[in-house]
């Protein structure tokens, strides 16, 4: 079983950055391909983006491409989403997800193993 605990989300300013971390126990993380998704209150989750398990690939959402940038760190068993030039419309709850299938997925259905959220409100 995988354990997900996400941490770093907080209030910023639009324009301004936050770094999202996703510490990961319970498996052999070099395994595990990790995403991040995002729940805006009254929305449907949605992808933001996710990376291979060896860090070689990696998607994005349209929304966010060139904005937010996802690394990991199989040392440290943590994943990250560093997010830059925030907008009011990236205020949601960030998931960090994980999954052993064969493919980094792009949808909830492709990840098995959940955090349990962190807050990121990005104020106008």
């Known amino acids: 079983q995988v354990q997900l605990v996400e941490s770093g989300g907080g209030l910023v300013q639009a324009g301004g950055s936050l770094r999202l971390s996703c510490a990961a126990s319970?498996?052999?993380?070099?395994?595990?391909?990790m995403g991040w998704f995002r729940q805006a209150p009254g929305k449907e989750r949605e992808f933001v983006a996710t990376i291979s398990w060896s860090g070689g690939t990696s998607y994005y959402a349209d929304s966010v491409k060139g904005r937010f940038t996802i690394s990991r760190n199989n040392a440290k068993t943590t994943v990250y989403l560093q997010m830059a030039s925030l907008k009011p419309e990236d205020t949601a709850v960030y998931y960090c997800?994980?999954?052993?299938?064969?493919?980094?997925?792009?949808?909830?259905?492709?990840?098995?193993?959940w955090g349990q959220g962190t807050q990121v409100t990005v104020s106008s």
């Open positions: 997800a994980a999954t052993s299938r064969r493919l980094p997925g792009r949808t909830s259905n492709d990840y098995d193993y």
């Open positions: 319970g498996w052999t993380f070099s395994s595990l391909h």
